[in-house]
């Protein structure tokens, strides 16, 4: 490719409301252009960049033995009624009325159309294992996008279905799936991390995340730098960071705090530790009778230490939460406590409310929390002395860094990533909804073990720019940059001896696979390589007159802190050379 037959348009500056790195870099270089919010045109250099993304996950789908298809953007409400998502999928489901007035989505994800194909076209377990996938344009209404392509409305993603007679069977499939995003981030050149994963609003019993790690990714991920231990900070577990419950040594003493409302005002007050208080959240859960009428609400009294933070997600999986819970109203906690939030605390509630201990907390002794009366609290606080033992102890704090790895095998440390790949263990939570079966081999039917696995492509672009950039522009992992080398002719319109020697470099990298670019577009030198370093491509040679005279060419890796002198004679194979090891 030519740049003067290619549409190479960059920005000096990003505008004005371009948020991250990743957004500002691919609008100056040309890559996506906004055409509303959270919404984006992929222009041809973006576009390539999109395709080699594509070709590898292609490439080890069909590998692992799932099967291509494209199931449709506008998808019918009948099947998101089936299972439910149709109201619970909330505003980010963008639904529409065709002329007739029938419903219709857009789809988000196609678990409801997948199923409803293999429940009409699978009908005996001869036909399983299968793995359906497509590679598709998905839209979420995002009620606030952002971050260009990493939080957008419009995205491409790929996103797979396993359909197997067994939950053995469907484990099999779920760690096929496994392997093959290993090799495909192994093979996008991306640092990234597999990590255990809360499953969501997707639902299903096994979920992991395939997270690229990046200083400026939304999650954070928790790891074990001397084990395999990795899971998302709303999954990793916290284990109690005392071995036992000590002896009591200090009597119960209710103490003044007036106008301290935060454990750490309080322990700064009392000149302790804030790993001796007691942080009290107070949830509520509501009911409904047989009719479906509002029934009251449960209220729940949430203990985790001072320094400690409530994980909601680990909240919810507690029975009698996973229906839901809000955080309780002013009103239903003078109710239950007679005070204010700042003054709360497990010992003596005026109402009966459920008490759940993290495990921490479930451990400590003498410790401070609140008296139920605004300017005071307890010191000394001891379990089975002072207050009961609490109604459930669990594990629902977020853990910090240096906190005990679960395996015991070292300790942890938390880093920041972007989710770019999900896979799910589903079950029968579809094929159920759907009522989806196939004959098994007693002739009964039985309903699909189900697996979804998906991977934001256009994602992956901005992840790859979030962790491979510097002051100067992308830094390309050559897999999926745009172009793997540029030509850049110093003097294109006057030396003769220049155009011919690049044009020979151009094609012989061309002859040998590497997808080149000759820039002719006759730029000062400055320009062009201002250019290719903010375009981020992997592998730039350039040509001028004085070098041509003294055989060498200037070689300059996007990577490499200064340029190499390299003969004439051997550039194309030392770039050839560099390429093929990029992509091994």
């Known amino acids: 490719m030519r740049a003067s037959q290619f549409h190479l348009f960059t920005l000096k500056e990003a505008p004005s409301d371009a948020e991250v790195v990743s957004q500002k870099l691919m609008l100056r270089a040309g890559m996506i252009r906004k055409a509303a919010a959270g919404i984006y045109s992929y222009m041809p250099m973006g576009l390539r960049a999109i395709r080699k993304v594509e070709a590898i996950i292609r490439e080890e789908m069909n590998r692992a033995g799932a099967m291509e298809l494209v199931m449709p953007l506008v998808q019918p409400a009948e099947l998101w009624q089936e299972t439910g998502r149709w109201d619970k999928m909330g505003e980010e489901l963008l639904r529409l009325k065709d002329r007739h007035e029938r419903d219709f989505a857009l789809q988000p994800t196609s678990e409801e159309v997948v199923t409803d194909i293999a429940r009409q076209e699978l009908k005996s377990y001869r036909q399983l294992p299968k793995n359906f996938y497509q590679i598709q344009t998905k839209f979420r209404d995002e009620r606030r996008p952002r971050f260009g392509v990493m939080r957008g409305r419009e995205f491409v993603m790929k996103d797979a279905y396993s359909f197997d007679r067994s939950a053995e069977a469907a484990g099999r499939s779920y760690d096929i799936m496994y392997a093959a995003y290993q090799r495909i981030f192994d093979r996008l050149g991306l640092a990234y991390r597999a990590v255990a994963a809360d499953t969501g609003a997707i639902g299903g019993d096994r979920s992991h995340e395939f997270q690229v790690i990046a200083d400026t990714g939304e999650d954070a991920i928790v790891y074990c730098p001397t084990s395999a231990y990795a899971a998302n900070i709303e999954l990793a577990e916290a284990v109690s960071l005392l071995p036992h419950r000590a002896a009591p040594e200090e009597g119960l003493e209710k103490t003044p705090t007036p106008g301290r409302e935060t454990c750490a005002e309080v322990a700064d007050l009392l000149d302790l530790p804030l790993e001796r208080t007691v942080k009290s959240l107070v949830l509520a859960a509501d009911e409904v009778d047989e009719a479906g009428r509002p029934a009251g609400a449960t209220v729940w009294l949430l203990l985790v230490r001072g320094d400690h933070e409530l994980n909601e997600v680990k909240a919810g999986k507690i029975d009698g939460l996973k229906a839901g819970f809000r955080f309780a109203s002013e009103t239903e906690i003078l109710e239950h406590f007679g005070s204010r939030p700042g003054s709360l605390g497990p010992i003596g509630p005026r109402r009966p409310v459920r008490i759940v201990a993290d495990r921490t907390v479930a451990d400590m002794a003498d410790f401070v929390c609140g008296a139920n009366e605004e300017g005071f609290h307890y010191t000394g606080v001891n379990w089975g002395r002072d207050l009961p033992e609490p109604d459930l102890v669990a594990d629902i704090r977020n853990v910090v860094e240096g906190d005990p790895s679960p395996d015991g095998r070292g300790t942890l440390a938390i880093q920041r990533g972007i989710e770019v790949g999900h896979v799910f263990y589903l079950g029968t939570r579809y094929s159920e909804a759907m009522n989806a079966t196939f004959l098994d081999d007693d002739g009964k039917p039985k309903h699909f073990e189900m697996g979804c696995y998906g991977i934001g492509v256009t994602r992956i672009l901005g992840a790859a720019i979030e962790q491979n950039h510097d002051a100067r522009g992308i830094i390309w992992p050559v897999p999926i940059a745009p172009f793997e080398a540029v030509v850049c002719p110093v003097g294109w319109s006057k030396s003769p001896a220049v155009r011919e020697e690049s044009q020979r470099l151009y094609d012989a990298l061309l002859a040998a696979g590497v997808d080149v670019m000759l820039d002719d577009r006759d730029e000062r030198p400055g320009v062009m ?35 190499s002198k390299v003969p004439v004679a051997d550039v194309a194979a030392f770039v050839i050379e560099r390429v093929k090891a990029a992509r091994a």
Not at 542 to 561: H, S
């Open 529 to 563: 390589f201002a250019d290719w370093e903010l375009i981020g491509v992997p592998h730039r040679i350039t040509l001028g007159e004085r070098g041509l005279k003294d055989g060498i060419a200037e070689y300059q890796g996007r990577r490499d802190g200064e340029a």
